[in-house]
């Protein structure tokens, strides 16, 4: 699966987490069964504008014993990226309303200081975690 024609508008990383990406990036996932109850699950992530050069995660995805394997996004419960969202959009709403009563500030993530989405050294051009990283 494939996947293009992205805004420059989100991050890459844990629940959004991470350096922005551009518009230029390309997603390409792959799932292949290695055995009756295990699927391989791979991300290539290619962005010329934001890393050096593209990389690859890989991971089992394996049933609990007994269990059916569920997607990611649809079991019952995971609203992480739902709430993610949510919380971008409120503190977008945030800013404009702070603009209005001419208070600027930057744009706050909704995780910072949570101690998630920092990037791996040097896998971000520019250096350093992007929005929301914490002090790993």
């Given at each position: 699966?494939?996947?293009?024609?992205?805004?420059?508008?989100?991050?890459?990383?844990?629940?959004?987490?991470?350096?922005r990406?551009s518009?230029?990036?390309?997603?390409?996932?792959?799932?292949?069964?290695v055995?009756?109850?295990?699927l391989?699950?791979?991300?290539?992530?290619?962005?010329?504008?934001?890393?050096?050069?593209?990389?690859?995660?890989s991971?089992?995805?394996?049933?609990?014993?007994?269990g059916?394997?569920l997607?990611?996004?649809?079991?019952?419960?995971?609203?992480?990226?739902?709430?993610?969202?949510?919380?971008?959009?409120?503190?977008?709403?945030?800013?404009?309303?702070?603009?209005a009563?001419?208070?600027?500030?930057?744009?706050?993530?909704?995780?910072?200081?949570?101690?998630?989405?920092a990037?791996?050294?040097?896998?971000?051009?520019?250096?350093?975690?992007?929005r929301?990283?914490?002090?790993?």
């Amino acid at each position: 699966m494939e996947t293009t024609n992205l805004t420059d508008q989100t991050a890459f990383g844990v629940n959004g987490n991470g350096p922005r990406h551009s518009t230029q990036m390309k997603v390409t996932e792959r799932f292949r069964r290695v055995a009756d109850d295990i699927l391989q699950y791979q991300i290539t992530v290619d962005d010329p504008l934001t890393y050096e050069r593209p990389f690859t995660v890989s991971m089992p995805l394996t049933p609990l014993e007994g269990g059916n394997l569920l997607p990611y996004d649809c079991h019952p419960g995971n609203y992480a990226l739902l709430q993610s969202l949510g919380a971008e959009r409120l503190e977008d709403r945030r800013l404009v309303e702070d603009r209005a009563r001419g208070i600027i500030r930057p744009r706050r993530g909704v995780q910072e200081g949570a101690g998630v989405g920092a990037a791996l050294p040097g896998a971000a051009r520019g250096g350093g975690g992007g929005r929301g990283a914490g002090p790993n």
